[in-house]
């Protein structure tokens, strides 16, 4: 009786299988999955072109200014020696971090969304996962290591101890080794990098259920946002502290830099925050509800705050500096001069040595016949206000 319901065609399709004729005897198997309920094979569901359409021309603006910007800090760094300095090692390092985030994350997210689906493969998405995670933490803890570096140039916490090439590439081993323990746990499995809701990404799992994948979310999210986070306050807060110190009593004047540098460490954190706190408070939230409903365009946007930290920071942290400024200049019309005596890595002079653009403005500082010396004086205050190098600029790194 089954052979006579069977079709004279030797293939028959229906809507969710698939039946085939063989000998007179009807064999039915699954059929494949419909393009749209399968990010690797079709666009999403629900989910129309045009929403891909403006992702994709937002990544390809995003990528390019990124690739771009830091890839000429790479480049103007490695031209003029005067900028390869220890104090520059880790903004370096953050260009290069920020460079690969985009080569890697910006890339692809680029073409699969042109596409409109993560056509590239279920292997590329954990590459691209991790590659984006790895290297983006790289970035947050470079801001981190930066803002110690100042802390420790400007305040000394160790006394006559400064910061000497072997130290600042201490601190580039660090943010590379820690940033690679808390990344690549997922490719072992605790925790993994899977597809995103969207569907043209690829990120860890914060959707999952299990215990074992939380306890990772948790961690990741306290040694790669709270700790460099914390970093970035204490060290930010101790050299503010410290400077209305040794400005106290002041005239308005005098106290302008106070304000300049206050200004400039709001700018700093308020970058950071609105970078990575979106996708941070995300991450939390669907893992502490799973079975939250978000709209797949709603969940996509903190990712793309997170990638669009690769380009303020080469604006906030290099291109307002003076140094690089005026090296651009010369490298791009050949006009103006660089004075080596301003980027002299080996000048003596206390407090400013291995600074940079910092001992070239700190003798803009006005000198005061009227304080008299500290009693209280200790390794750990900072160095007198004459000596204390303070941004020209509003925004200009110390």
């Not at 419909?34 to 995003?62: E, H, R």
């Not at 493969?121 to 790289?138: D, Y």
């Not at 961690?219 to 502290?241: D, E, M, N, Q, W």
């Amino acid at each position: 009786q089954r052979a006579k319901e069977v079709r004279p065609t030797p293939w028959a399709w229906t809507m969710d299988t698939l039946s085939l004729s063989v000998n007179a005897v009807s064999h039915t198997v699954a059929a494949e999955l419909p393009a749209t309920s399968d990010p690797f094979n079709g666009p999403i569901k629900n989910i129309a072109p045009w929403n891909f359409t403006i992702l994709a021309v937002l990544m390809f603006v995003v990528t390019s200014l990124s690739l771009s910007e830091n890839f000429l800090v790479m480049f103007v760094t490695f031209k003029y020696k005067q900028l390869r300095q220890p104090l520059n090692y880790i903004i370096v390092n953050l260009a290069i971090a920020d460079f690969l985030v985009s080569l890697t994350g910006g890339v692809i997210s680029f073409l699969t969304n042109a596409r409109g689906y993560f056509f590239l493969g279920k292997g590329a998405c954990v590459l691209e996962g991790f590659a984006v995670t790895f290297f983006g933490i790289v970035a947050l803890w470079s801001l981190a290591v930066l803002s110690f570096e100042r802390f420790f140039v400007i305040c000394r916490p160790l006394g006559n101890i400064r910061l000497q090439p072997k130290h600042a590439i201490l601190g580039l081993l660090f943010v590379w080794t820690f940033s690679f323990i808390w990344t690549f746990p997922p490719v072992l499995g605790w925790n993994r990098y899977t597809i995103s809701k969207i569907g043209t990404t690829c990120e860890p799992d914060w959707y999952s259920t299990n215990m074992i994948d939380h306890s990772y979310i948790i961690t990741f999210f306290a040694t790669c946002f709270i700790l460099p986070l914390g970093v970035i306050f204490f060290c930010y807060g101790k050299l503010l502290r410290k400077l209305r110190k040794v400005s106290h009593g002041r005239l308005a004047t005098a106290k302008k830099p106070e304000r300049q540098v206050t200004r400039m460490v709001v700018v700093m954190i308020v970058a950071f925050m609105v970078g990575w706190t979106p996708y941070a408070v995300f991450s939390l939230l669907v893992t502490s509800h799973p079975s939250i409903k978000l709209d797949p365009r709603l969940a996509s946007i903190p990712a793309f705050f997170s990638k669009t930290a690769a380009v303020y920071n080469p604006i906030i942290y290099v291109f307002m500096n003076k140094q690089f400024r005026k090296c651009l200049i010369q490298l791009f019309s050949g006009r103006g001069t660089i004075p080596d005596g301003h980027l002299d890595p080996t000048s003596e002079r206390p407090g400013m040595s291995q600074t940079g653009e910092m001992s070239a403005i700190a003798t803009r500082i006005p000198m005061s016949s009227t304080v008299s010396p500290r009693s209280d004086d200790s390794p750990t205050d900072c160095v007198s206000f004459a000596q204390l190098p303070i941004p020209e600029n509003k925004v200009c790194p110390m």
